[in-house]
């Protein structure tokens, strides 16, 4: 009977024979933004084969559940939070990903911002890493997270997931310094700022930043209402 390890539940994995074509887990890959730095909470492994390597939070998917429900239970289960938004990127079905048998994963994913979000749940060797100092990893959990941060570079350019990230009034340097985080690139400030105001979805709250070293810059909001009312005509080429 193969080792329970904190990443997945293995009970039932030792039913699976040559006669299943495999079990179904889901891994959650949890991206957070803390003091300038893009990070992914990850939990330590204890397989003898992954001995102080850290893995991804996933556990096998239940036969009374869906897999929304089940990355949503591991969630629950491994962080105690309840309240944040996860999206489903793509599976990963390598025939040997996992040792104890042949287990496809579905890969969900989020982008919290550390600060709003508390871990109720600390005693799983739970812990936020740098993701740029992240080099090996339990199972595939390398591949599945590289695979995860490469999407999560195109959704931030597609849609505002990064808006979360941040305070409800910004500065445009904290906009870019999330930005610079996520897509792992030096953006040129005027290019950066042009952008952003071309796009008509930023709102000049008439503040200024405060108690910082540096000069003082205006604060905004992201206008939520005219994005979604953008998005719209853009999909049904109407107003709502």
Partial sequence: ??????????????KLDDSVLAGVSVDCVIFGFDENELKVLLIKSDLPQYK????????????????????YRVLKERTGMDDVYLEQVRAFGGVSRHPAA??????????????????GIRDNELHWHGLQNIREMAFDHKQILDVCYGWLQKRVQEHPLGFSLLPKKFSLRELQN??????????????????????????????????VSHRPG?????????????ERKKWFGIDF
């Avoid at 193969?2 to 039932?12: D, L, R, Y």
């Avoid at 953006?187 to 008439?206: A, H, Q």
């Fill in 102 to 119: 042949r287990v496809v994963t579905i890969a969900y994913c989020s982008l919290l911002n550390v600060q709003h979000y508390e871990l």
């Fill in 52 to 71: 102080d390597q850290w893995s991804l939070l996933g556990d096998l998917v239940n036969n009374q559940e869906d897999l929304e429900q089940a990355a």
């Fill in 218 to 230: 205006k604060l905004y909001r992201f206008n939520y209402e005219k994005y979604e009312k953008k």
């Fill in 178 to 211: 999330l930005y610079e985080a996520i897509t792992g690139a030096k953006l040129d400030r005027r290019n950066f700022r042009k952008k952003f105001f071309s796009m008509d979805l930023l709102i000049d709250t008439g503040e200024y930043e405060a108690e």
């Fill in 1 to 14: 009977m193969p080792q329970k390890h904190p990443n997945i539940n293995t009970t039932g994995l030792e």
